[in-house]
């Protein structure tokens, strides 16, 4: 059995790539998984089932982002726990961080199914793609617990420095699949909704494999209990402190590029053909940003549970400085190569031109994207959850949506809504930088501790 990473000891360089090349590898599978929905669809069912299934992402990223925000807040909980040696305090959480998970899909599982028409009707989403947007999106939401619940795991045994064994089951599922999308879709033909299934029967496995290792778990570390699995309202209270912010970022960023989408739709239907063939692509982009981030959360928080201070501080240069240089060089091989790879999800000339300009305008601006997303990692780890949250709110949320709505008004053109993206990445950039610079981000979390513990014994 591999052993997890501890951060507070060793190389940090070598630690902080151990960690991260699995991240990266799982991160791979993780779009390639997403892709091939958009891949086979877009190339057996044409541009307007693609476009259909691209409507609907952003919706889902925006439901899944609000607890994925949670579990990386859970990860903040876990990775200090451990940090500190407090074994207690690590059982308690990744339990409490489990059955908030699976309350959690039951909701969302209701609701979305529920609500699918009334939400991309909201939207604005074109009628030509209306029926199979529906049937993508409430077949995805009768599986969404299991997405959920996978990215719960996941984040647990990252959060313990194991990033090895979300990687070999992401690969599994996703070659799950792809080959059940290649049956459904390609073969049987039947539709959109088919895609969707695919991808809940995968994400299905992905949950039994992980809860499998983590009932297993690792001995002096921990282990997980069916009969453990409940609130224990002391954890709950630390995840959401910690969590609810990163939910609320994510959640907001989300809505916000929901009212990006809901631009692209007033345009033609291979206009969003084409914005989803780049999202896929962008999603690649986004691999190092990933990676590292949620390497740096975890080695900053166990490195500060610890009272590491100064290899927090060196881990953080050495990780945004790997993120922002691959994001870049990945980006001049997008810009490079835009038509190729926008062809490869729907050769028709109308999607790949959209796609292509798309491409054009943001591929330069990955290195901001890098940096806000690294920053905003560190900043988890070292507890300041709600520094991430008041800077992406105020930036991707409050000034792309007001951006969008003005500009679009008087200048009707789909470039308008390209330059959001890098825009609003270069400005959060920047305030991350000064925030950075100016504030004691490695020390207030032990000194806002010193003085409740002062005003609790006065």
């Given at each position: 059995?591999?052993?997890?990473?501890?951060?507070?000891?060793?190389?940090?360089?070598?630690?902080?790539?151990?960690?991260?090349?699995?991240?990266?590898?799982?991160?791979?599978?993780?779009?390639?998984?997403?892709?091939?929905?958009?891949?086979?669809?877009?190339?057996?069912?044409?541009?307007?089932?693609?476009?259909?299934?691209?409507?609907?992402?952003?919706?889902?990223?925006?439901m899944v982002g609000f607890f994925n925000g949670l579990a990386i807040g859970a990860g903040v909980v876990i990775s200090r726990a451990f940090g500190a040696r407090d074994y207690k305090a690590l059982d308690r959480a990744i339990h409490t961080d489990l059955a908030f998970s699976a309350a959690a899909g039951i909701v969302m599982t209701v609701l979305?199914?529920?609500?699918?028409?009334?939400?991309?009707?909201?939207?604005?989403?074109?009628?030509?793609?209306?029926?199979?947007?529906?049937?993508?999106?409430?077949?995805?939401?009768?599986?969404?617990?299991?997405?959920?619940?996978?990215?719960?795991?996941?984040?647990?045994?990252?959060?313990?420095?194991?990033?090895?064994?979300?990687?070999?089951?992401?690969?599994?599922?996703?070659?799950?699949?792809?080959?059940?999308?290649?049956?459904?879709?390609?073969?049987?033909?039947?539709?959109?909704?088919?895609?969707?299934?695919?991808?809940?029967?995968?994400?299905?496995?992905?949950?039994?494999?992980?809860?499998?290792?983590?009932?297993?778990?690792?001995?002096?570390?921990?282990?997980?209990?069916?009969?453990?699995?409940?609130?224990?309202?002391?954890?709950?209270?630390?995840?959401?402190?910690?969590?609810?912010?990163?939910?609320?970022?994510?959640?907001?960023?989300?809505?916000?590029?929901?009212?990006?989408?809901?631009?692209?739709?007033?345009?033609?239907?291979?206009?969003?053909?084409?914005?989803?063939?780049?999202?896929?692509?962008?999603?690649?982009?986004?691999?190092?940003?990933?990676?590292?981030?949620?390497?740096?959360?975890?080695?900053?928080?166990?490195?500060?549970?610890?009272?590491?201070?100064?290899?927090?501080?060196?881990?953080?240069?050495?990780?945004?400085?790997?993120?922002?240089?691959?994001?870049?060089?990945?980006?001049?091989?997008?810009?490079?190569?835009?038509?190729?790879?926008?062809?490869?999800?729907?050769?028709?000339?109308?999607?790949?031109?959209?796609?292509?300009?798309?491409?054009?305008?943001?591929?330069?601006?990955?290195?901001?994207?890098?940096?806000?997303?690294?920053?905003?990692?560190?900043?988890?780890?070292?507890?300041?959850?709600?520094?991430?949250?008041?800077?992406?709110?105020?930036?991707?949320?409050?000034?792309?949506?007001?951006?969008?709505?003005?500009?679009?008004?008087?200048?009707?053109?789909?470039?308008?809504?390209?330059?959001?993206?890098?825009?609003?990445?270069?400005?959060?950039?920047?305030?991350?930088?000064?925030?950075?610079?100016?504030?004691?981000?490695?020390?207030?979390?032990?000194?806002?501790?010193?003085?409740?513990?002062?005003?609790?014994?006065?």
């Amino acid at each position: 059995m591999s052993r997890a990473i501890d951060f507070t000891q060793g190389s940090i360089q070598k630690n902080l790539l151990a960690f991260a090349f699995p991240l990266f590898l799982g991160n791979l599978f993780q779009q390639l998984y997403n892709a091939a929905d958009s891949l086979i669809v877009g190339n057996w069912l044409g541009s307007e089932a693609l476009a259909a299934v691209s409507s609907s992402s952003p919706l889902i990223n925006m439901m899944v982002g609000f607890f994925n925000g949670l579990a990386i807040g859970a990860g903040v909980v876990i990775s200090r726990a451990f940090g500190a040696r407090d074994y207690k305090a690590l059982d308690r959480a990744i339990h409490t961080d489990l059955a908030f998970s699976a309350a959690a899909g039951i909701v969302m599982t209701v609701l979305g199914s529920l609500f699918t028409p009334t939400i991309l009707g909201w939207m604005q989403t074109p009628e030509d793609i209306m029926p199979n947007s529906i049937a993508y999106f409430r077949v995805y939401c009768l599986g969404i617990i299991f997405s959920l619940l996978y990215n719960t795991c996941m984040g647990i045994m990252n959060a313990l420095g194991d990033s090895r064994h979300p990687l070999y089951y992401l690969i599994i599922s996703s070659l799950t699949n792809v080959i059940l999308d290649i049956i459904f879709v390609a073969g049987f033909g039947l539709g959109t909704g088919s895609a969707a299934l695919a991808t809940i029967i995968s994400q299905a496995l992905s949950v039994i494999l992980s809860l499998k290792r983590l009932f297993r778990g690792q001995e002096g570390l921990y282990k997980v209990e069916l009969r453990k699995i409940r609130f224990h309202m002391g954890s709950l209270k630390e995840i959401l402190r910690f969590g609810l912010p990163s939910g609320v970022q994510n959640s907001v960023i989300g809505f916000a590029n929901i009212v990006v989408q809901t631009n692209i739709n007033s345009f033609a239907s291979s206009a969003v053909a084409g914005s989803g063939a780049y999202s896929k692509i962008e999603g690649f982009a986004f691999l190092p940003v990933t990676c590292f981030s949620l390497a740096l959360t975890t080695c900053i928080g166990q490195n500060l549970g610890a009272k590491n201070y100064d290899r927090a501080r060196k881990s953080a240069v050495f990780g945004v400085f790997c993120s922002i240089t691959l994001a870049e060089l990945i980006g001049l091989g997008v810009f490079a190569f835009a038509p190729y790879l926008i062809s490869m999800f729907n050769s028709e000339p109308e999607v790949v031109a959209f796609g292509v300009r798309q491409c054009r305008v943001e591929a330069f601006f990955y290195c901001f994207l890098a940096l806000s997303h690294c920053i905003a990692g560190i900043l988890r780890g070292a507890g300041k959850a709600v520094i991430p949250m008041i800077i992406m709110f105020g930036v991707w949320c409050v000034l792309r949506v007001t951006y969008l709505t003005v500009v679009l008004h008087f200048w009707h053109n789909i470039i308008i809504v390209y330059t959001a993206y890098p825009l609003t990445w270069t400005l959060s950039s920047l305030l991350f930088i000064v925030y950075m610079f100016k504030a004691d981000w490695l020390h207030g979390l032990e000194e806002k501790k010193a003085r409740r513990h002062f005003l609790h014994r006065a």
